[in-house]
């Protein structure tokens, strides 16, 4: 299944909806800040994504793209030290995000890299029966893209491991 970046990146946002933030997510617009990743990120996994974590991300960064950069940086470390310390992976055959492209310009594929990242986090973790069950509330097109994702970093995951 070849699944085009910006298509990863839309069945991906359908799946960040389903987890019923508080804050808006209808559109890639409304990820390039980071707060929603923040968000989902304390749902899948509470202590290590913890207040004191998701303090360091500042909500309100308007159209400032310097600001989102700054809270997307904070993210990505996040996300690999999650993926290091909890998970004892290390993210070396996948490309990084390029969160410039994302806080200055919504780059859609490089947030699908984000996004997917975030996604091997909610599938790897302790509760992933309660993130993973999610996708059944998906539909059609963005369940199987979905679940090719997962199981790319599943597949992923394995290698690391195993080497």
Known sequence: M?????????SLLTWIQT???QVPCKKIDDLTSGVVMAQVLQ??????FDDTWINRIKSEVGD??????????KIL???LDYYHEVLGQQITD??????NLIGEHSDAAEL??????????????????GNV???????????LVIVFSSSQFEVRSWRLESS
Do not use: T
Request: charged fraction near 25%.
């Open 19 to 21: 987890f019923g933030l």
């Open 2 to 10: 070849n699944v085009d970046r910006i298509e990863l990146c839309d």
């Open 133 to 143: 069950r999610l996708d059944y509330m998906l539909e059609g097109v963005h369940r």
């Open 94 to 99: 996948f490309p990084l995000p390029d969160v």
């Open 64 to 73: 400032n793209w310097r600001l989102k950069v700054s809270n997307l940086k």
């Open 43 to 48: 749902k899948i996994d509470q202590s290590w």
């Open 77 to 79: 470390k996040g996300v």
């Open 112 to 129: 699908g890299r984000m996004l997917q990242l975030i996604l091997g986090c909610a599938v790897n973790c302790e509760q992933k029966q």
